[in-house]
Each structure stands twice: as structure tokens, then as C-alpha cells.
């Protein structure tokens, strides 16, 4: 027989191994497909741009993990982490580990489920590979930011975190919330809202920042995974125009979901926002920048326009997004260095040469509404008393975040929303996520919220030791990064360097 093309050779590894069920309704075997209200009239239509098939796939991932584990062995045995440009900079890592990986691994089991339960050959197969693209970055991920555990704090017990820790509610709901929906809302949130319209905002600030200060494993396992991220950003857009013309009636069900995963997806980048602008030493560009590039100008200005053919509009709420990137990153990590005891990685005031950074990439806002701000902060702990904040926050019903978000328009007017259901009273922290809770209330009242959690005595006791305990924080994981254990072994190790380098 000639040699097959790869088109054909991907017809018949996915459509090929289809059937037509002879002794079981097709409603029966795929429940999932219909129950949404999504009429799919022609499955075949289903394109995968890639058409990879499994024997390529898995050679151009055993390429790409030969060159990551050769990086890991050279890092460890030349004792690469006290390259890094300050210990400082393994606090982003530290919220990276337990707030992401532990969401590759969910999507890993999640899209594992979609492979059996949507009905077109096409997409269950681009389902399956993007499984085991998920698993391979959460192997990756823990594999790689292992080798700092053995020298830093804040590294273990990280699956306990996600699941306990109060900031990490944030990312773990947001999850729960999208394996807990649909087929296809699924692939709206996760494919589409969260993949292509934010990843860029996840994973290149993390991976240059590794790159800018010195973590070269991270730097490798995030450009691994970002090759596969392309894979699955074109799977979300594919999806999206999938279902939008199957039928016309699927648009309005579509924008629905649109609207309401990108802001749930925004909120989560709420904890990037923090690290660009204040837990990397060496910066390589502000939450701003990167919201400007990423997002207004490469999904504002050239997705939506061309998703307008379709009836699709840009995301509800999305001005207030644009509106508030000079807001954000400082809202954020004001919180996490106020409750930074509580917390897996540790806090501190940003130097003067960071200030003036923060002042030049946020000139509208930084020296009068935040700046001030720090500064008190400083001679508060140069006065001996370094504060944290021992109360519990108020949470938002929906994004679980504490209600730190401030009026659209007016930077110190903390935002309140509320909604009364079944006689209680809910609260949130912007429209968008009161608009989220009224169009499924049923499903945000059963949230699991750290607060009520804690004062209804589930977290371990009553006592701010009992609860750090609970969570799985142990001496130096949180706090101050000043006199911290990782800042005294860091400046101890690099004396030690410079006396050997002298004595030579």
C-alpha cells in the first residue's frame, strides 16, 4: 500500500476507530452531550489543525523531557540554585507549585472524562492528548521544583495546601467550578477563557521571569510546556467555533459561558498580577505591560473582532478588567503581605529601587495611592513591629478572594456587592461575580469558603496555631522574607562562596 499522508494517517487513528453503537442508544452512551442545550448536528466537522497522532506525539514529548532532565541533573550537581538572583525570587515559585500544578493534574483527570463523553471521534481524541499533556506538566512541574525543596522552605506538602490554604480557594474553586459544569462549558472555560485568552498571562511572565532570574529548570519545563499550550489554545478556539457553527442557536449559550469564565478566569490572574509586580527581584515587565500586549491587544483587538462574524461580543465586565490594571497587582499583594503569616511563601516591603520601578510603570496611580502606603509599612518595622493582620477577611461568594477590589472609579472606596438567596445574605466583590452567582445560585451557596470554614471550627481549632497546622505550614514557611530561615541560609551559603573564592 502507498505510504499514507498525515492527514490520512490521522483519519484513521481518530475517526477510523469511531462506531455507530448497534445495541445502546446514542443518548445512553453519551449523556453529556445533549443536556447543555449545544446542538451538534455533524460531528466530522471537527478540525484539529495539529493532527498529531500517537506515535509522533510521544517522540516529540520524549525529545523535549531528554532535554529537561539533562538541564535538572546539570542544575543539581553544579549546585545551580544559589545562581538564582535571591531566594526571595522561589516565593513566586512556591504560589506557582501550590496554586498550579495542582490544577494541571485536575484538567489531566477532567479531560481523561471528556474522552469518553463527547461523541465525536475528533474532539475525544483531542481530548485524550491533552490529558496526557496535562499529566506530563504536573510531573514535570513537581519534579523539577522538587530540587528546591530539599534546600528552601515552602516546598512540601503542596497538594495539602491547594486543598486547605486559604488563598489557594482562589484557583482550587475556580476548578472545582469548571469540572463540576459541562462538556462544553468545560471547554469554554478551561480551552477557551483560560488557555487561550489568559494563558499568555500565566505562563510567559512566569517563564521569563524564571529565564530574567537565573531559575534555568523552570525556564526549560515552562518552554516545554508552552509548546503544548499552543496545541491547546488552538483546541479552545476550535471548540468555540465548533459549537458557534453548528447552530445558531448555540450562540447566545456560548457568549453566556464567555462572559462569565473570563471574568471567573481573570479573577484567578489576580495572584500573577502580585508576582510580576512584587515577588520577582530582576522584573521583566509590570501586570500592566503584560495585560496591555497579552490581552487587549492580542485578544480585544484581534480575536473578538473576528469572533463578531460569529454574533459572539467581547466578555461582560471586561472594561472593568481594563479599567483596573493599574489597581490590581497592588490590591493583591498588600493582601498576601498583611496575611503573609498564614502563608506558604514569605512577604516583604519592596526596597527603594523596587519603588521606583513600581512608580514608573504605574505613574497614574503607585505614588499617590500606594506608595504611601509602603512607606508606613517601613517605619512600622523598622520601629520593631512588623504587622500582620490577625482578623478574617470577608470573602467573596464567587471568587472566594478576600474583598480587598475597590469601586470602578474610585480607588478607595472598597467595592461591596450583595444578593439575598433563600433568605441569606451572599457578598461579592465586583459585578462580575454578582452576576456569575445570580445566574446559578444554587451551585455558589454550597462553596467552601476558608472563613466560615475556620470560624465554624473544620480547620483544626480555634487558635491561629491550630489552623497554620491544619493547613501543613511549618516554621519559615510564611511571614516575614526579612531575618526569614531562607534568607539567613541564603546570605550564609553566598559568605561561604565568597571566603572560598578569596582563599583561592
Not at 505614588?367 to 482578623?391: S, T
Request: hydrophobic share 35%.
Amino acid at each position: 500500500m502507498p505510504k499514507l499522508s498525515m492527514k490520512q494517517r490521522y483519519s484513521v487513528l481518530t475517526r477510523d476507530l469511531d462506531w455507530e453503537p448497534s445495541y445502546v442508544d446514542e443518548e445512553e452512551l453519551f449523556p453529556h452531550a445533549t443536556f447543555e442545550g449545544i446542538k451538534i448536528h455533524d460531528w466530522s466537522k471537527w478540525e484539529d489543525p495539529f493532527r498529531l497522532t500517537v506515535d509522533s506525539y510521544y517522540k516529540y514529548q520524549a525529545e523535549k523531557d531528554r532535554r529537561l532532565y539533562a538541564v535538572l541533573d546539570s542544575f543539581a550537581q553544579s549546585q545551580g540554585h544559589l545562581s538564582l538572583s535571591d531566594a526571595s525570587y522561589l516565593n513566586a515559585m512556591k504560589l506557582f507549585l501550590q496554586g498550579v500544578t495542582p490544577l494541571e493534574y485536575q484538567a489531566h483527570r477532567h479531560f481523561a472524562y471528556l474522552g469518553r463523553h463527547l461523541k465525536g471521534g475528533g474532539p475525544r481524541f483531542a481530548a485524550i492528548c491533552q490529558s496526557i499533556d496535562e499529566l506530563r506538566h504536573a510531573q514535570t512541574e513537581i519534579h523539577t521544583l522538587s530540587g528546591y525543596n530539599k534546600h528552601y522552605s515552602g516546598f512540601h506538602g503542596f497538594s495539602r495546601m491547594h486543598d486547605r490554604v486559604w488563598y489557594l480557594s482562589v484557583p482550587k474553586s475556580f476548578f472545582d467550578d469548571a469540572v463540576s459544569a459541562g462538556p462544553f462549558e468545560f471547554l469554554t472555560a478551561i480551552s477557551f477563557s483560560f488557555e487561550y485568552l489568559l494563558t499568555n498571562l500565566l505562563f510567559v511572565p512566569f517563564m521569563s521571569g524564571a529565564s530574567f532570574n537565573g531559575d534555568l529548570p523552570t525556564m526549560t519545563f515552562g518552554f516545554s510546556a508552552q509548546s503544548d499550550e499552543s496545541r491547546h489554545m488552538t483546541l479552545g478556539l476550535e471548540s468555540i467555533k465548533f459549537m458557534l457553527e453548528q447552530d445558531e442557536g448555540n450562540v447566545p449559550i456560548v457568549q453566556d459561558w464567555i462572559d462569565k469564565w473570563f471574568w471567573r478566569s481573570y479573577r484567578v490572574t489576580a495572584l500573577v498580577a502580585s508576582m510580576m509586580d512584587y515577588q520577582l527581584p530582576r522584573r521583566v515587565m509590570s501586570w500592566k505591560e503584560a495585560f496591555e500586549l497579552y490581552f487587549e491587544q492580542q485578544m480585544l483587538e484581534g480575536l473578538f473582532p473576528d469572533l463578531s462574524y460569529y454574533g459572539i461580543n467581547p466578555p461582560r465586565h471586561v472594561q472593568q478588567a481594563v479599567d483596573e490594571k493599574d489597581l490590581l497587582s497592588h490590591q493583591v499583594y498588600w493582601t498576601l503581605f498583611s496575611f503573609g503569616f498564614a502563608a506558604g511563601f514569605t512577604t516583604s516591603i519592596p526596597h527603594d529601587d523596587h519603588l521606583e520601578w513600581l512608580s514608573a510603570n504605574y505613574p497614574d496611580t503607585f505614588d499617590n495611592l500606594y506608595r504611601p502606603q509602603w512607606e508606613k509599612a517601613r517605619r512600622i518595622r523598622e520601629g520593631g513591629g512588623r504587622f500582620f493582620f490577625q482578623g478574617l477577611p470577608q470573602l467573596c461568594q464567587t471568587c472566594q478572594i478576600p474583598m480587598i477590589f475597590t469601586e470602578p472609579g474610585s480607588p478607595t472606596v472598597i467595592a461591596q456587592r450583595w444578593s439575598e438567596h433563600r433568605g441569606e445574605k451572599f457578598n461579592f466583590c465586583s459585578d462580575g461575580c454578582k452576576w456569575i452567582f445570580d445566574r446559578e445560585p444554587e451551585k455558589y451557596v454550597q462553596a467552601w469558603m476558608p472563613v466560615h470554614q475556620i470560624y465554624q471550627g473544620n480547620c483544626g481549632g480555634p487558635t491561629v496555631p491550630e489552623v497554620l497546622a491544619w493547613y501543613g505550614l511549618e516554621e519559615g514557611d510564611g511571614g516575614e522574607y526579612e531575618g526569614s530561615v531562607d534568607q539567613r541560609n541564603w546570605q550564609h551559603w553566598h559568605e561561604a562562596q565568597l571566603s572560598e573564592v578569596a582563599s583561592r
